[in-house]
Each structure stands twice: as C-alpha cells, then as structure tokens.
C-alpha cells in the first residue's frame, strides 16, 4: 500500500519557496501560451499539459493560498493530494530543466529553476518516482548513483592508466585542479575518463582526482532533495579545499555543471574558493593558452549543445571555438546554439524509467535535426545525453549515434615533435 501523501508537508515547502523572485514570476505569466512551442515535450506529444506554465500550477495555487485577497478572506482554494498527484508526473518525468521555455517568455519567467524548487515540495509530501529518489539516496550513501564509491574509483582509474598507458593522479596532496568524473562516464563510457586524463597529461596540468570528492553529478538537486544536493555539493568544495586546488573541472555532465558552477554557492551559503569550469570550458582555455596541439579531424561534424551546458550554462561559444579548424566540415544543426533542443534526458529524467516512452518520442526531434545536417558524427559533451540518445536510439532502431568531444579531441592530440597531419 502506498504511503498516505502529506499535503501539509508539501504546502510548508511550497511556502518556504515563495521568496521574492519567486513571487514576481509567478505575478508576471501572461497566460500567453509562447512557451508551449518551446518544450519538446509539448512538441512531441502535443498534450495541452506538456505547456511549460502549466506546471507552475501546484507552487501557484500554494502561493495564491496563502497571499491573494482572497485568502485574507479565507476564501482561497488550497493545494489539495489530488493536485500533489496530477503534478507529481509533469514536474518529475515532462521537465528536463531545459529553459528553453524561458528564452521565448516576454516575462523571462524561469521555469527550469521553479520546477526545481516545486519538486522539493513533492518530495515533502512523500511523492516522486522511486528510481530518481533513489539516485539520489544511493549517492549519499555510497558517494555516487551508480555505485562508484571511492574503492571503485581507485581501481577504475588504476585499471584505465594501465590499459592506456598513461598517469591519472589521484589523492595528490596539492594540485591547481580538482577534475571531477561523473559515474555514468566512469561505469558507461569509462574512455572519456582517460581522454579527460590524456588531455591534461597533454597540456602539463597539475590536477588530480579525489576519494573525497569525485562524484560531479548531483541527483539530489534533480530528484528535490536539498539535503543530498548539500551533501554532494560540500564533498566536491571539502576535496578541492583541501587540494588547494584553484579550478574545479567538471566533466561532460551538463547538470552536474550547472549545480555546481551557479547554485553552488547557494547550496553552501557561502562562496566558493575556487572557480568552477566544465571540460570544454577547460579545453577551450587551454587551447587559447597555445597548450592544445592538434591534428585537424576529417568526416564532417554535427554538435548537439547540452541545455545546461550551453543555453543555461554559457558554454555555447567555446564548444564552437574548441571545433574551429579542427572539425573541417562542420556543420551547425537547426536550430542550433542556445536554441538547440534538449536531448529529453535531462533534469533526471533519465533516470526515471516510467518516462522511457515519452523520452524517445522527443527523441525523433533530435534525430530530424541531426539527420537534416547530413553528418556523419553527432558530436557533444554531456554523458547524460549520450546515456539518452543511446537508449532512445537502441529504442527507434536509428542508425545514427553520439560522440564525446572530450574522446575526439584526445584522439587528435599531437606530441612534442610529431606532425599535426589531418586523420
Ligand atoms: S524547462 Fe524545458 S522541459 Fe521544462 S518546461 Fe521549459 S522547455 Fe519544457
Ligand atoms: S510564455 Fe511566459 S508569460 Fe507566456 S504563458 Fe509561458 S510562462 Fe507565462
């Protein structure tokens, strides 16, 4: 028998929510409808409540309960279990926190950010999918959602500098950067491990990773558990604290990027000593320094920019530079850049089993896009979309496939006194 839902615990976090910003949102909607063409979820289904405003009902309604005239009157309707349980689905399985919504609102209302705060409240009410919450639970438990706890780690990347022949420092006393690896890298695609290694052996970086803070990916922000968000949060900030370490890289995860890099800080309640930069932010700085040696890849190249990595977390520009002259066909998808469409695996919601369907049905915008540039690579940086994409793709039957930028670019890396000749 399901755990009965705790309305009042859902209203007290709704309320705590409804901070100043917050409030001026939820005043500023328009009712204008723009938003419903921007979520590829609305695209791809065509359900009326798939629009990006609809899902700021529940926090809406909590708000209005408590602040309008007409609750002064006591008048107001309340949030109610019925409302916690139509919106339990559409804040957790139909929003990957993409903000495109946000790029087309006359208002500029967050959503992304709302749905964020508003899955908090679910969670408080004892709602949410199982899987999610329990990536979540398993990260603060055993350091990551997928079981990498520091003993893995160590073998994992003990084993990847044996089969690659190269050093991957770990636990070093001191070093200028912290590099992070998010476990879906680490137990899927374990070769972008190495590639972010060879990478920075390539560039003479002082780095190293950590037992103490490895995990980059942080479920507990995505499944509404701040608790776990801080936890994950202080054990990346402890490790590099302790390294002294100047950068913190982030891996090709996009979330773990944008929870790290701009709610940081807040989680923490206080700032952070060091900056924070996703791997092709890094790359792209090495490559202005003179410290990337490549040679140029041939067979043309498509990119799909990650939401929170290029539209939420600035980093369009520099996927772009780190391709200039080295992808000598490439070639932009349509729309592309900070209007790219999210891969529909976002926000958690590839982690959520029961919105597999739905996944794959957003999934066919992608694969049109990539399809009409004629590439023959779809090139990104985030593990989490390439997690997505493969499944969805396995799923359709689609030929097509994902590539790490992180792994092309290893893979053209030139040494001291070798030609940069085209591959
Ligand atoms: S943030 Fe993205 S997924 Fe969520 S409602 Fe807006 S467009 Fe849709
Ligand atoms: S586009 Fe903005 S103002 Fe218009 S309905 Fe959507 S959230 Fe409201």
């Not at 899927?188 to 390539?202: E, T």
């Not at 349509?334 to 369907?357: F, L, S, Y």
Request: proline share 4%; net charge negative.
């Amino acid at each position: 028998m399901n755990a009965p839902v705790n309305v009042d615990a859902a209203r007290n976090v709704f309320f705590k929510q409804v901070e100043e910003p917050l409030v001026a949102y939820l005043e500023a909607c328009l009712h204008c409808g723009q938003c419903a063409d921007a979520c590829h979820f609305h695209e791809a289904s065509g359900d009326p409540r798939h629009t990006p405003a609809y899902k700021l009902f529940p926090i809406a309604k909590a708000y209005r309960s408590q602040k309008s005239p007409l609750s002064w009157l006591g008048l107001a309707p309340r949030i109610t279990e019925k409302d916690l349980s139509e919106w339990e689905e559409l804040l957790f399985d139909t929003c990957t926190m993409c903000g495109r919504c946000t790029t087309v609102c006359p208002m500029g209302i967050d959503i992304a950010s709302i749905v964020g705060k508003a899955r908090q409240a679910f969670v408080a009410a004892g709602l949410g999918p199982e899987d999610l919450l329990a990536a979540a639970d398993f990260s603060r438990d055993h350091g990551s959602p997928l079981g990498l706890d520091p003993g893995k780690l160590e073998d994992r990347i003990e084993w990847l500098a044996d089969e690659n022949e190269i050093d991957i420092p770990l636990d070093k006393d001191k070093a200028e950067v912290l590099l992070t690896v998010s476990s879906i890298e680490m137990m899927k695609y374990p070769v972008s491990i190495s590639a972010m290694a060879k990478i920075m052996n390539h560039a003479g970086v002082d780095y190293t990773f950590s037992t103490k803070g490895y995990e980059a990916t942080n479920f507990g922000y995505l499944a509404g558990k701040a608790d776990v968000a801080k936890i994950m949060v202080t054990r990346i900030a402890e490790a590099a604290e302790a390294v002294g370490a100047k950068t913190v890289v982030i891996p090709e995860c996009g979330h773990a990027y944008g929870v790290l890099r701009w709610g940081g800080a807040n989680i923490l309640g206080k700032r952070m000593p060091f900056e924070v930069l996703h791997i092709t932010e890094y790359m792209a700085k090495l490559k202005r320094e003179g410290r990337l040696k490549l040679k140029p890849h041939n067979g043309s190249i498509t990119y799909h920019d990650p939401c929170q990595i290029s539209r939420r977390g600035g980093a369009t520009e520099d996927a772009r530079y780190l391709l200039d002259g080295f992808a000598t066909d490439f070639r932009e998808m349509t729309p592309t850049g900070n209007q790219n469409w999210c891969c529909g695996g976002g926000g958690g919601v590839q982690a959520i089993g029961r919105a597999a369907e739905l996944r794959h049905q957003v999934f066919k915008i992608k694969i049109d896009q990539v399809e009409k540039t004629g590439a023959a690579a779809l090139v990104s940086s985030c593990a989490n979309c390439r997690l997505t994409m493969d499944e969805s793709k396995a799923a359709l039957g689609w030929k097509g496939g994902l590539e790490s930028i992180v792994e092309i670019i290893a893979d053209h890396l030139v040494e001291d006194g070798a030609t940069a000749k085209a591959d």
